[in-house]
């Protein structure tokens, strides 16, 4: 019975399907009967048949899957950099080495500033610094719209009738805030 090669193939979806290591001669030597001409109906049939039948039998043999898990290492990597600021070395060449090795598990360690987590961590600094007056590694600024606003609250509840001042100070923490 002849077969007719599918229409409309480039176009359709594909599936990665899990064969078993030790069956993928059989499965291979299975595949090769549709690389005969006597299996398609027309010169065209054989001619679209077998290119794709050589194509799959590629794929079978790990091509695909390789290059997957790369692109897969390659985005861990690019989003490792981003998010925590680890760096990578490669060194290109067979075979490709890169350093260090992607760990099993990340940690939350910041390991650049200039890095997603690094400049949220710098945020709250700033923030925790500003309005708490805590000190941080990063930012040491005084006084903190905390101790401004204890300071009006002090001057007001000691009947100081110095405005200034204390109109000085809430544009102090309006800055602040803004």
Do not use: H
Request: aromatic share 8%; glycine share 6%; with cysteine.
């Amino acid at each position: 019975m002849a077969v007719t090669f599918p229409a409309g193939y480039d176009t359709a979806p594909c599936y990665i399907v899990a064969i078993n290591e030790m069956l993928v001669p059989y499965v291979a030597g299975m595949l090769q009967i549709m690389e005969k001409r006597g299996f398609w109906a027309s010169d065209s049939d054989y001619e679209q048949g077998y290119n794709a039948v050589v194509a799959l039998e590629g794929c079978m043999m790990a091509t695909c899957l390789t290059d997957l898990i790369a692109s897969q290492d390659r985005m861990y990597r690019m989003m490792n950099t981003a998010i925590f600021g680890q760096l990578y070395d490669v060194t290109i060449g067979p075979p490709l080495v890169v350093t260090p090795e992607i760990a099993p598990a990340v940690t939350l360690d910041v390991l650049d500033r200039d890095s997603i987590m690094g400049r949220l961590d710098r945020i709250a600094q700033l923030v925790d610094n500003a309005i708490n007056g805590t000190e941080t590694p990063l930012y040491t600024y005084s006084p903190s719209v905390k101790a401004l606003l204890q300071s009006i609250i002090d001057a007001i509840g000691a009947d100081e009738t110095d405005l200034s001042s204390i109109l000085s100070e809430l544009e102090t923490i309006a800055l602040l805030v803004a």
